[in-house]
C-alpha cells in the first residue's frame, strides 16, 4: 500500500516562507515523477510543480522564480520550498506522486 504524507504547511504572512516535506512509503515504482498540486477555496486543483527521479523540473508560471521544488536523499521525499508567498498561493497544497498516488493535503494560509 502506498502511503503519502506531507507536513510544513501553517499560516504565514505575505512576503513570507514555508517549506512543504511529502514523504512516500509502499510499492512505488521508479524512476517516477513527484510533484505538488494546490487547490483553493471553490477552485479546481492544479499543478504547482513536478520533479522526475533525474532532477527535472517544472514549474507553473505563477510561482517561477518564488517555489523550488526539490527531492531528498531518501528515496521518494519531495520538498516545496516557498518564498515571497502571496494570499492566491493560499489553498490545499497536495503531494503526489504521478500517476495516482496523492497525500492527504496540507493548508498553506498567506494572510495579507
Known amino acids: 500500500q502506498v502511503q503519502l504524507v506531507e507536513s510544513g504547511g501553517g499560516l504565514v504572512q505575505a512576503g513570507g516562507s514555508l517549506r512543504l516535506s511529502c514523504a512516500a512509503s509502499?510499492?512505488?515504482?521508479?524512476?517516477?515523477?513527484m510533484g505538488w498540486y494546490r487547490q483553493a477555496p471553490g477552485k479546481q486543483r492544479e499543478l504547482v510543480a513536478t520533479?522526475?527521479?533525474?532532477?527535472?523540473?517544472k514549474c507553473a508560471d505563477s510561482v517561477k522564480g518564488r517555489f523550488t521544488i526539490s527531492r531528498g536523499n531518501i528515496k521518494n521525499t519531495v520538498y516545496l520550498q516557498m518564498n515571497n508567498l502571496k494570499p492566491e498561493d493560499t489553498g490545499v497544497y497536495y503531494c503526489t506522486v504521478i500517476p495516482g498516488y496523492w497525500g492527504q493535503g496540507t493548508q498553506v494560509t498567506v494572510s495579507s
Open positions: 509502499g510499492s512505488i515504482f521508479s524512476p517516477n515523477v
Open positions: 520533479i522526475t527521479s533525474g532532477g527535472s523540473t
